[in-house]
């Protein structure tokens, strides 16, 4: 039996004005065990992907104001996959797809300036680009500033440090990344709220974009005809 993949969304909620302002998209296989976020994404033959994309993007038209999508730097290279996200934005128009670069692993590593160039043919696609994971593995500020200013969006994972809101590094940390997102004009999502205790920090730190299991766990969204549950 061929993988069944489906996507999750998860709200990002504008915390100053209790509305959902957009979804991220999140990719899961089906196993005998219920649905779990797939081994590895390399070995996902990219035309699937692709369909995916187009047929959940289809759904989501007129519902938020931004639709997410993770994208590796190896994906955002290859054909199919470009040719899909193009499409998706066109079908969710006039709500803005935004392009969100993960760090999943590749073979092949792409240089700033071999990636501007489809970044670039995005943006004059109407699309939007993220940079996910800020501060951490290869996104600190010295590997992404020249990527920042083709950016809209920039968002920080609480849950890849072991620290919480109450410690003052992790402030520091945050305080450093609004004030970049404030120097070059980019939403700041915080990602991994759980509670509001949290919730309530973050907003007491200036920032109002956020995202985690405080404001909703990411859901199913069945494509006509699924008789899935979540």
Known sequence: MAPIYRFFVQPQVNTATKTINGYELLMKEYTPAGWRIPASFLTIDSQIIADLLVATTKILSLKVRYCSVNISRAQ??????????????????????????????????????????????????????????????????????????????????????QLDLKNPPMQQKLHFWRAISVEYGLRLILEGVEDAADATRSQQLGIKYQQGYYFGKPQLLALPGDHFAN
Do not use: W
């Open 76 to 161: 955002l290279m290859t054909t199919t996959i470009a040719d899909a996200i193009i499409k998706s934005q066109q079908q969710l128009y006039p709500t803005k797809l935004v392009v969100e670069l993960t760090e999943a692993d590749s073979p092949q590593k792409y240089t700033v300036a071999e990636l501007l160039p489809q970044l670039k043919h995005f943006r004059q696609q109407g699309m939007q680009l993220s940079l996910d994971d800020v501060g951490t593995g290869d996104n600190y500020f010295n590997e992404i500033e020249d990527l920042l200013p083709y950016m809209s969006e920039i968002k920080f994972a609480l849950q890849n440090f």
